[in-house]
């Protein structure tokens, strides 16, 4: 059992071809495949000129294309990781499309369904493609901002070169729809236009623009009016220009803005994507007000999402699509809201296969089968917090939210012993709920502190951790004590300090049995992971050794799975067989792994999730192991941080995404039932 661990990763191809339809592999025959409600950070959305019922969307996931006007959506290509992104229809031949993104500029031939890299970004040349625009013609002329230098394509986007355009900071550009060579380009040194096709370029002069109001940021044109022009600096300043630019007025704004939309029909009718959500003016920018009815708002009646882009269906301009993205680093779990009737209400459709929203945990109820309860986070690092919860009680194929009542949660625990039970828990302190979570009862605020961590032991006893301590109710929630400390900070710590309960597990076959992998801190300023043991329902505890994630065997609770890492060896995989008595190296691996999971039919098949190597398989205790990730190497998905198995169907796993996100499910072939 100390073999090498091995690994046979797929070769990245270069090319990304294959059409990839709607119906993709069911997860029974061994692939990935999304679950989920869909979401993430969209960064840009473009609509197909002629079937308006086709989208493209650039997600820090990738690039996703959707067929039915938002409600389902395939991943059809990578553009490069997260930040930025851009796509572009040629609105003359809408089956030409460009996409680009952190790290690749891609073209399609067939309206998004396979897509050819045609320049990819390399360790002497990096790409940040922020913005696309295409001037139709034959062949089409593209633009691309690439980190705020101007390149441009003559041949449809296969072959790319610099503008002569001499100053960085491009930001936005915008083609007047009758007359490809006129262009106009916000940038940080300020607006320009081009009646050239972007040859040279002339500085316009709108009105002079405060150090307060940010940088010239989004610039349109009216379709129906193309000399009417529209201009928003980042600090939400608005200037309207009747005459292509020649002269302009001011006008109070709001906010950071990222794109500007006009109505097709109504040159008056503009919409704005901005960090305070979608404004919408329909005096051609004297006055401005919110339109974000349906959108997702925090407890305080505030939007807690930043829209990134805006586009209007130019057949019917009564319906919209927002791309959702962070504000202040919060939740990612947005992705696309529609309109139908042009942005007085927004609502967010199931998006089935848009695979962007972050999770942080997998939970399952153990007395209703089928029920799958998901937390979406809202802020990354350690320790993480959540946005909300989502819950399937079909096993995954449909989900709904869950407790949004009680505020951000971050996390779930069932009581094994009651069935309906349910405890919750985060920065409003912990709730009960004895009906499934129909209504809650608050049992504690735990002096003011957030709590992340949950789990029910013996008769009812509940322990709950936040950033630092341990606390203890052994009356269902009526009184509560702390046994395990949060100190003083250790000198040039930048970590929570005291106990820091990373994880519990409890032994099913003998609930006052708890582990708990716990963060200590380590002088100078140093942390160190341990596991530590209770056998009686968390009232005392002791260290039974350094260690990481831990994984307790359902068949056989002896067994147990620790990761640890060794300062002098590195990474180590230790296995127990007398509950963590005496422990026995298993393997040594190259990457530390985030997550262990057990098979309920076998002690010997372990499951691992490794970051950047995806999901792994032993069956022979942890001595050797193979890949999982068939559907996750397609989608650059293998930087997973979790990995849980469905207690109600053998061989059904789930795991998640880090900063790109998604939510996955796959049916082992090798597991019981599998095939």
């Known amino acids: 059992m100390n073999a090498k661990l091995s690994y046979r990763l797929a070769a990245a191809s270069v090319l990304l071809l294959g059409a990839l339809t709607a119906s ?18 969209v960064y840009s959305l473009a609509i197909d000129t002629e079937n308006s019922s086709i989208l493209h969307a650039v997600t820090k996931g990738g ?18 990781g997260c930040c930025t992104g851009a796509v572009a229809v040629d609105p003359a031949r809408p089956w030409l499309v460009y996409a680009g993104g952190s790290g690749a500029l891609s073209r399609s031939e067939d309206r998004g369904r396979t897509w050819i890299r045609v320049i990819s970004a390399s360790p002497r040349q990096s790409l940040t493609i922020g913005h696309l625009a295409v001037a139709p013609g034959r062949p089409s002329t593209v633009f691309a901002s690439d980190a705020g230098r101007l390149l441009w394509s003559h041949d449809d986007g296969r072959t790319w070169e610099r503008n002569p355009f001499d100053r960085d900071g491009v930001l936005n550009l915008a083609v007047h729809p009758r007359n490809p060579a006129i262009l106009y380009m916000a940038s940080l040194s300020g607006l320009f236009k081009s009646v050239d096709g972007g040859r040279t370029w002339t500085s316009l002069h709108p009105p002079v623009v405060r150090s307060e109001d940010g940088d010239f940021r989004a610039v349109t044109l009216a379709p129906s009016s193309p000399e009417t022009v529209y201009l928003a600096t980042s600090e939400g300043r608005f200037f309207r220009s009747r005459d292509g630019g020649g002269s302009w007025t001011a006008f109070p704004g709001f906010g950071f803005v990222h794109e500007l939309a006009v109505d097709p029909r109504d040159p008056a009718t503009v919409w704005a994507a901005a960090s305070l959500g979608v404004w919408v003016s329909r005096d051609a ?7 974000n009815r349906g959108m997702p708002f925090d407890r305080r009646g505030l939007i807690d999402r930043d829209v990134r882009t805006l586009v209007v269906d130019p057949s019917s301009p009564e319906i919209l699509y927002a791309g959702l993205g962070e504000f202040g680093g919060a939740a990612s779990d947005g992705g696309v809201a529609k309109s139908t009737n042009g942005g007085r209400s927004w609502w967010i459709e199931p998006q089935r296969g848009l695979s962007g929203a972050r999770f942080g945990f997998v939970r399952f109820d153990p007395s209703v089968p089928g029920a799958v309860y998901a937390g979406l986070v809202r802020m990354p690092g350690e320790p993480v917090t959540y946005w909300r919860i989502v819950r399937s009680l079909d096993g995954g194929r449909r989900w709904e939210p869950f407790a949004e009542r009680l505020g951000a949660l971050g996390d779930l625990a069932f009581d094994p012993a009651a069935p309906g039970v349910v405890i919750a828990a985060g920065e409003e302190g912990v709730w009960r709920s004895a009906d499934g979570g129909a209504s809650w009862r608050r049992l504690s605020r735990l002096d003011g502190r957030p709590v992340f961590r949950l789990a029910v032991a013996a008769r009812g006893t509940i322990l709950a951790a936040g950033g630092c301590g341990l606390w203890r109710s052994a009356d269902r929630g009526r009184t509560w004590r702390q046994v395990l400390p949060c100190g003083p900070n250790p000198p040039g710590s930048e970590y929570p ?12 076959s003998s609930p006052r049995r708890v582990y708990a992998r716990v963060i200590l801190p380590d002088a100078p300023g140093g942390m160190v992971e341990w596991l530590l043991r209770s056998g009686d329902a968390g009232e005392t505890w002791r260290i039974v050794r350094d260690g990481g994630p831990l994984a307790i065997a359902p068949m056989d609770p002896r067994v147990l799975y620790l990761g640890r890492l060794n300062p002098v060896d590195g990474y180590e995989l230790l296995r127990s067989e007398d509950r963590g008595g005496t422990w026995t190296l298993v393997t040594t691996p190259d990457r530390p792994f985030e997550a262990l999971a057990v098979a309920s039919w076998d002690p010997d098949t372990v499951y691992a999730a490794v970051p950047g190597r995806g999901v792994l398989r032993s069956t022979d205790g942890g001595a050797t192991w193979a890949p999982l990730h068939n559907g996750l190497a397609r989608m650059d998905r293998l930087d997973v941080r979790g990995v849980v198995l469905d207690p109600w169907h053998p061989g059904r796993l789930f795991t998640w995404g880090a900063d790109k996100g998604g939510l996955f499910e796959l049916r082992d072939p090798e597991a019981p039932g599998g095939r």
Do not use: H, N, Q
Request: cysteine-free.
């Open 285 to 291: 920018g004297e006055s401005w007000k919110a339109a």
């Open 497 to 508: 300090a005291g106990v820091e309960v990373r994880d519990f597990a409890v032994d099913p």
């Open 24 to 41: 993709s592999a069911r997860a029974g025959d061994g692939r990935w495949t999304p679950t989920g409600p869909g979401g993430g950070v």
């Open 63 to 80: 690039l996703y294309r959707s067929a039915d006007g938002g409600v389902s959506w395939v991943w059809v290509a990578d553009v490069g």
